[in-house]
């Protein structure tokens, strides 16, 4: 993205390089978000409808455009024309800024996933961390906006929030780490890298250490973007709607965006860091080709795990408060700790990695999926001998 | 589960905050309130404030005659009024000493029956969404439609039923009703397996409700809780079993209690679970009652204006609540002197102040689910 720019900016120098510079990012940054992130927010809200609704023997939204792919946008236009109440008793200020802050948080995490080889905005050399800390900005906009709203509810929201973002960013933050002591690096193109493009090379496989703490990882992340069965700061039955309560039309909708957009950084993050990420096998000398057959592998396997997210969503219900913190800190943290030490270790014994210990974890996921597929077969043999009209 | 927490003299102040959940609020079941008093996210104490949903359906009872209620008892509770229809009929015809012909007998129990089977599904389900599982929802909700489909041939109704009459029912199984039924209880049991292997059994589920909201037996008795919620707490009484009305006596069924598979016997996973072994019981009766269905008329010959002879009459259905209680008072006119329901739901509705020392906000939730509360019960 860098070499781009500068080659279009040619041989200015000085301040205006530096302008030139400023504009030209902000201006691919607007076009990121307006033309690719917020559309994709507003796909997976549709999505997740259908994905769910079908779970549900429901037949979800399909009303506009085909399958009613664009309800997304009758909802945003809906939601923009309503009107935009703030209470009489609230904090205007800050619940105002509330909902941006939460889609900053979540909109500049962008910056560093790689879509393909050469598709990345900036490829941080502290990539990971960049990431980490920038959607913890999202628990303050939470904060925010339930402790502005002035109602019981929505502090409650905000309060859950808070302490479960905050918790369950250190299991998380511990089982990223094998991936990054893996390859040696933070950069998110560094860690592709060091991945292979075949199933068996990528990290999760590197040993069942690596294949716990990508579990951790994922249920870490699923905690921090608020999603079942984590979906405490916004549980419908108990809270009403959480911290955004109070909020209507687009304020409101702002606050799904930036969740809808943290499943993809979800999905993102897991294929990135222990999935492979882009890899694809060398099957062509054709640039153009190749980067697009990394960037459909890369939103494939990302929207795998979005697909995941709306599935467990479809099938759990939710944990409790008290529950929620014993599974972080009793049983995450020390068990993300010991994968972390592990993998150290097996580092330090196999230097070169050990092809039985990989070739072992990928058999053992392999078998789990053929199992769960067993399973499949077998609810749907027992579905389909219930019958399904029975009366009228 | 109780959370204690220990305030340290002298620490940081704090106070407790006053939480308004309902009239309007997701998980209320309709118009309960609950005025909460909370210590962050423990709660000290959950009074309810009924009344919301009073419509005097008692009263009513006083000026629309014996015949003219029917339709009225339907809304007592709504999600199962079979029973209430029942109940009703009942206390006109034991005032009036009408018999009602066997098979009007067998009609009403398969229809109170399915609709206890109705009423449970919703419980299963609505008690599902309210620890936040959304699909049982909608998949206990589908196989509600297809009895709703089934009642709906049986008397034209798909929520108030108005089905039963004083003197029998007000209209005969239509055809090939029998069968319909039997397919149907095929059908229905693999499809509770199946909410039991996603929902019932599935570890944040039992976590969620296991040995929260224990209530002891002594403590059931003395709020005298009635139906499941009372069978949960492992006391063995049914109506339908300890003192058979109508037919039940004909039937060979088994009455499930509680027994603390997942914590203390009495608690909210025991008293969810009372409502999926119950449908494997209606069930039982369903198969038995459509096969030994004996022909004849459905309905006794009453009179237009039915005037049963002065004196009072207590009555005991069980409904998907639980014993439902009703006594009537006739002074021998065409319209009752005095009417009263005692409902299941009026009494959880009571243990629940108790009941909800030191639980946290999401186990309020459950408790009033699991309670299988029904808001216009309460109040009538």
């Known amino acids: 993205m860098q070499a781009f720019i500068d080659g279009l900016i040619g041989d200015a120098s000085g301040l205006q390089r530096e302008i030139y510079y400023l504009v030209g990012m902000l201006g691919f940054g607007a076009l990121v978000v307006f033309g690719f992130i917020l559309p994709l927010a507003g796909v997976f809200s549709w999505l997740e409808r259908r994905v769910w609704a079908r779970m549900q023997s429901r037949i979800g939204p399909n009303r506009v455009g085909p399958f009613g792919a664009l309800q997304w946008l009758a909802d945003g236009l809906k939601n923009l024309l309503k009107e935009d109440v703030i209470p009489q008793a609230a904090d205007p200020w800050l619940f105002r800024i509330a909902p941006y802050v939460v889609v900053t948080g979540f909109v500049a995490a962008w910056v560093a996933i790689p879509f393909a080889g050469p598709l990345i905005i900036a490829d941080l050399n502290i990539g990971i961390l960049y990431i980490t800390a920038v959607t913890s900005l999202v628990v303050i906009g939470i904060l925010m906006a339930g402790w502005s709203s002035n109602n019981k509810w929505s502090m409650l929201g905000g309060i859950r929030s808070a302490t479960q973002i905050v918790s369950y960013e250190i299991p998380a933050g511990l089982a990223l780490f094998p991936a990054v002591l893996l390859s040696g690096t933070l950069s998110m193109q560094g860690i592709i890298a060091a991945q292979g493009w075949q199933p068996w090379m990528w990290h999760m496989f590197h040993s069942p250490f690596a294949l716990l703490a990508f579990l951790l990882f994922f249920t870490g992340l699923l905690a921090e973007g608020n999603r079942t069965p984590f979906d405490l700061p916004e549980a419908e039955s108990e809270l009403v709607a959480g911290f955004a309560t109070e909020y209507s039309g687009m304020r409101s909708l702002l606050f799904f965006l930036a969740e809808w957009g943290n499943l993809y950084v979800i999905g993102a993050l897991v294929t990135t860091l222990y999935m492979g990420g882009w890899q694809v096998p060398p099957f062509t000398e054709n640039a153009v080709l190749l980067t697009l057959a990394q960037f459909a592998t890369f939103v494939l396997k990302t929207f795998f795990w979005v697909f995941v997210a709306f599935w467990i969503r479809a099938t759990l219900p939710r944990v409790r408060v008290d529950q929620l913190m014993s599974l972080c800190w009793k049983y995450m943290v020390p068990m993300a700790l010991a994968a972390v030490l592990a993998t150290a270790t097996l580092m330090v014994v196999f230097p070169e990695g050990s092809a039985p210990l990989r070739y072992a974890t990928f058999a053992i996921v392999v078998l789990a999926v053929l199992q769960f597929f067993r399973r499949v077969v077998f609810h749907l043999r027992r579905a389909r001998g219930m019958g399904w009209t029975i009366a009228g | ?380």
């Open chain 2, 1 to 380: 589960m109780s959370v204690e927490i220990e305030f340290e003299q002298g620490g940081l102040a704090t106070e407790e905050m006053t939480l308004n959940m309902g009239p309007q609020h997701p998980s209320t079941h309709g118009v309960l309130r609950f005025i909460v008093k909370a210590d962050g996210e423990v709660m000290r104490k959950a009074t309810p404030d009924v009344g919301y949903l009073h419509r005097s359906i008692e009263k009513i009872a006083e000026k629309v005659g014996w015949h003219g209620f029917m339709p009225y008892t339907d809304r007592v509770d709504y999600v199962a009024a079979m029973a209430c229809n029942q109940g009703w009929a009942m206390c006109a015809e034991t005032l009036g000493g009408i018999e009602v012909p066997r098979r009007g007998e067998y009609c009403r129990i398969i229809a109170a029956e399915l609709s206890r089977i109705c009423s449970h599904l919703l419980a299963i389900g609505a008690t599902g969404m309210d620890i936040g599982a959304v699909t049982p929802f909608t998949h206990a909700l589908r196989e509600r439609e297809m009895i709703n489909d089934l009642i709906e041939e049986l008397c034209g109704a798909r929520l108030t039923y108005n089905y039963m009459r004083i003197g029998g029912v007000a209209w005969d199984l239509p055809p090939g009703f029998r069968k319909k039924v039997a397919r149907y209880l095929d059908h229905l049991e693999p499809c509770i397996h199946e909410i039991n292997d996603l929902l019932s059994y599935g570890k944040i589920y039992t976590e969620r409700l296991g040995g929260v909201a224990v209530v002891s037996p002594a403590m059931a008795m003395s709020y005298g809780l009635v139906g499941p919620n009372l069978r949960a707490s492992g006391l063995k009484h049914d109506l339908r079993k300890d003192r058979p009305y109508s037919v039940y006596g004909d039937f060979e069924f088994d009455v499930p209690v509680g027994h603390g598979e997942m914590g203390g016997v009495g608690d909210c996973w025991d008293r969810y679970m009372m409502r999926i072994w119950e449908i494997f019981e209606s069930v039982k009766i369903l198969r038995q009652a459509v096969d030994k269905i004996p022909e004849g008329p459905v309905i006794a010959k009453v009179a237009r204006t039915f005037k049963p002879p002065a004196g009072d009459v207590h009555v005991r259905v069980e409904a998907a609540r639980g014993d439902m209680s009703w006594y009537c008072v006739s002074d021998g006119s065409e319209y009752p002197y005095r009417v009263h329901v005692r409902t299941g739901s009026f009494a959880a509705m009571s243990i629940i102040e108790e009941l909800s020392k030191g639980l946290m906000i999401a186990d309020l939730v459950a408790v009033i689910a699991t309670f299988d509360i029904v808001a216009p019960e309460v109040d009538r």
